[in-house]
Structures are given as structure tokens and as C-alpha cells.
């Protein structure tokens, strides 16, 4: 059963904007706390944004400022608004929950900024 649904990805040049979304099952999206994390070539994932049921939201620091996470209850569906990206932003973006225990892990969605 698929749980989470990533899309918007892209290739932009760097200083440019993507928008993405993330679709959820209920049961994942009823989770206190929702996040979009990333995975860069050959790193670790890492969390970069994550919003809370009441719609407080969190930031890795190298993306406050710039990047905007919302969500849609209506839809069950998560947004990370990207502005003034930058080459170290590239990677595979994943929603989830924002701590273990996860659920089944998206395909994710590709983000390419190129310099």
C-alpha cells in the first residue's frame, strides 16, 4: 500500500524556486508531526523542514529563510515552497514523519540546481 506520494522535483538553475508536494495516507498524515527530508549524492538523509499538527514549523539551518513548509489537512498533503536554491540543495526530497517510527518511504522526487 502506498503511504507517501512525492512530486515536483526538478531541474532549475541555481537562485530559482520549485514548489513540492507530498500526498499522504490518512494514517500517516494524522502523525503529530510531518517533515520533507532530503538525501544528498552520497550523504546521509537529513530533515530539512518539519510542521506539527498545529502548524509549527522547524528548520534545518541551512535552509531557513528559504524554504517554507505548509500543509493541506483537507488533502492530506504536505508543500515545501523552495526559493533562492542553491547547488548544495540538490538531492532526493522525501516527506514522512518528522521521527521514527517512519512509515514505508516514497519513491521521493529529484531536485537538480544547477550553478
Known amino acids: 500500500q502506498v503511504q507517501l506520494v512525492e512530486s515536483g522535483g526538478g531541474l532549475v538553475q541555481a537562485g530559482g524556486s520549485l514548489r513540492l508536494s507530498c500526498v499522504a495516507a490518512?494514517?500517516?498524515?494524522?502523525?503529530?508531526?510531518m517533515a520533507w527530508h532530503r538525501q544528498a549524492p552520497g550523504k546521509e538523509r537529513e530533515l530539512v523542514a518539519s510542521?506539527?499538527?498545529?502548524?509549527?514549523?522547524n528548520y534545518a539551518d541551512s535552509v531557513k529563510g528559504r524554504f517554507t513548509i505548509s500543509r493541506d489537512n483537507a488533502k492530506n498533503t504536505i508543500y515545501l515552497q523552495m526559493n533562492s536554491l542553491k547547488s548544495e540543495d540538490t538531492g532526493v526530497y522525501y516527506c514522512?514523519?518528522?521521527?521514527?517510527?517512519?512509515?514505508?518511504w516514497g519513491q521521493g522526487t529529484q531536485v537538480t540546481v544547477s550553478s
Open positions: 514522512n514523519t518528522g521521527s521514527s517510527p517512519f512509515a514505508s
Open positions: 490518512t494514517s500517516v498524515y494524522s502523525a503529530s508531526r
Open positions: 510542521i506539527t499538527s498545529g502548524g509549527f514549523t
